[in-house]
């Protein structure tokens, strides 16, 4: 009986190896492709409202909270805005209990890179600021500003001026891409 029980564990232990020698790079894609989904870092939407700075990774969260100006679960930072202010992040049902693992979070402190392409809007003093670069976005959020921006005067969904963020190498060019990021992720 013993011999039996060995034999049928190496069978199944060799199967499995089997199965692994096969597909690897199947296999190795698809982890891949699970962490990309899992990290969501390529996109980032920060809100100045009511004296505090609400940060959603999630943009059918953030659309939300523009037509509602709630978002149902938040984890809450009083005082740790750049500039002393209360910062909201709202979370999807998903991860209203997590303690850790929140895109958001761990992008603002650091611990997770934006992806590349990077998309990111600041809504602050009644104009959508639009980013494609995380180091201006970071800037804007410390400063206010960014020092090269294109202004466009009523732009935005309901007649806002959108201001698209530039560096010191593409100020004299119009950021014809994300122009149309930005009309396609509001849909106009």
């Not at 199947?26 to 969501?40: C, G, H, I």
């Not at 590349?116 to 180091?135: H, K, L, Q, S």
Request: aromatic share 10%.
């Amino acid at each position: 009986m013993k011999k039996l029980l060995i034999a049928a564990l190496v069978s199944s232990v060799m199967a499995g190896c089997a199965v692994n020698q096969e597909k690897p790079a199947e296999v190795s894609k698809v982890e891949a492709k699970a962490a990309e989904q899992t990290l969501n870092n390529d996109d980032l939407y920060v809100v100045y409202h009511d004296g505090r700075m609400n940060v959603f990774y999630d943009a059918a969260l953030y659309k939300d909270f523009l037509v509602m100006g709630e978002t149902p679960f938040r984890k809450t930072f009083i005082g740790a805005g750049p500039k002393g202010e209360t910062v909201v992040h709202g979370l999807t049902k998903a991860d209203k209990k997590k303690l850790e693992g929140i895109p958001s979070i761990d992008m603002l402190e650091g611990r997770l890179a934006p992806a590349e392409p990077f998309y990111g809007e600041i809504v602050a003093d009644g104009r959508i600021n639009v980013f494609d670069n995380w180091d201006l976005f970071k800037a804007f959020m410390a400063h206010g500003e960014v020092p090269y921006r294109l202004t466009d005067i009523g732009a935005g969904p309901k007649g806002e001026t959108v201001v698209y963020a530039l560096t010191k190498e593409t100020k004299k060019k119009r950021p014809e891409a994300l122009i149309a990021k930005f009309k396609a992720f509001h849909a106009m």
